[in-house]
């Protein structure tokens, strides 16, 4: 595998680690929405996903990954899914 893409890769991994933490064990979408900074953090790391997940695609646009769109088009979202 290349190099690079491992490198993106490796980066989604620690993202989705930070949003698991940053959430912890309660995950109600009360506290999620109603707490700014955590909101924050969160579409920064979907953000982190969906560009690293550009950029592979951008390296290898056959590797297939299911949702790929969908995923980096939500990086462009940010709050306005709330």
């Known amino acids: 595998m290349n190099e ?18 940053y959430l912890g064990d309660n ?14 953090a969160v579409e920064r790391e979907f953000e982190i996903i969906g560009e690293a997940l550009n950029c592979i695609a951008r390296i290898n646009p056959n590797l297939e990954i299911s949702a790929k ?4 088009g939500m990086r462009n979202r940010g709050h306005s899914w709330l």
């Open 27 to 40: 995950r109600e979408f009360t506290v999620y929405k109603s707490n700014k900074m955590l909101r924050r």
């Open 69 to 72: 769109r969908q995923i980096i």
């Open 4 to 21: 690079e893409i491992r490198k993106f890769l490796f980066d989604i991994h620690v993202s989705i680690s930070s949003i698991e933490s």
